[in-house]
């Protein structure tokens, strides 16, 4: 499973667009890159998925570079309730594996008015 | 939205004691998990069950704890002889499918062995 890395924290404004970047520069051909949120004592959440370019949906935006050695998690015009752990995971789909999911340290996002 | 529905939210048990968590994953999803979070930690993965067996487990999911599909609905961790620390939040998910799409989180059982 690839390994990720993705800064620790983050802080941002109501209205704000929200950029989190994820590097994954081990990420194998046949690896998805899932984004999971997070809010204090609930279980993770699941945002988005894509496997290259970009993909969109009505909570956020993945982009995905040709490489695909990064991802970036687009939040936009985020408001307070957007305040959360986000996680970056990178995997294959059908690796037999059980499906387990490897979550890392994420990434503590604070909206402030 | 469909949900998976843990009970209790909060348990409160005595070290050495017994307990069963319990979920109900959404009906038509296939296969079902158990993750832990300790306070202030990352979320863990404890095992993962599909077609009536457990598919993988980690080094965490040792002797002390055991899963059970007891009825077409109802899917439970057991943990033996709790120690001070087992406590941490679990969680139990459901997806249709193998790996991260779709994935569905209950909101977690927190555990407290004193």
């Known amino acids: 499973l690839a390994k990720t890395t993705q800064p620790i924290s983050m802080d941002s404004y109501e209205g704000q667009e929200v950029n989190i970047t994820c590097s994954h520069n081990?990420?194998?051909?046949?690896?998805?890159i899932t984004w999971y949120q997070q809010f204090p004592s609930q279980g993770p959440r699941f945002i988005i998925q894509?496997?290259?370019t970009k993909v969109t949906n009505e909570v956020a935006s993945l982009f995905i570079p040709a490489d695909r050695k990064s991802s970036t998690l687009s939040l936009p015009r985020v408001s307070l309730s957007d305040t959360a752990v986000y996680y970056c995971?990178?995997?294959?789909?059908?690796?037999?594996?059980?499906?387990?999911?490897?979550f890392g340290q994420g990434t503590e996002l604070s909206v402030k008015p | 939205e469909p949900e998976v529905t843990q009970t209790p939210s909060h348990q409160v048990t005595q070290m050495g004691q017994e307990v069963i968590l319990r979920c109900v994953p959404i009906s038509n999803h296939l296969y079902f998990y158990w993750y832990r979070q300790i306070l202030g930690q990352k979320v863990e993965f404890l095992v993962s069950f599909y077609n009536n067996e457990i598919s993988e487990k980690s080094e965490i999911f040792d002797d002390q704890f055991s899963v059970e599909r007891p009825d077409g609905s109802n899917f439970t961790l057991k943990i033996r002889s709790t120690k001070l620390e087992d406590s941490a939040m679990y969680f139990c998910?459901?997806?249709?499918?193998?790996?991260?799409?779709?994935?569905?989180f209950g909101s977690g059982t927190r555990l407290t062995v004193v």
């Open positions: 995971l990178v995997g294959d789909i059908g690796d037999n594996q059980g499906g387990k999911l490897i």
């Open positions: 894509g496997y290259k």
């Open positions: 998910a459901s997806s249709e499918r193998e790996y991260g799409y779709g994935y569905t």
């Open positions: 081990n990420i194998a051909t046949n690896d998805y």
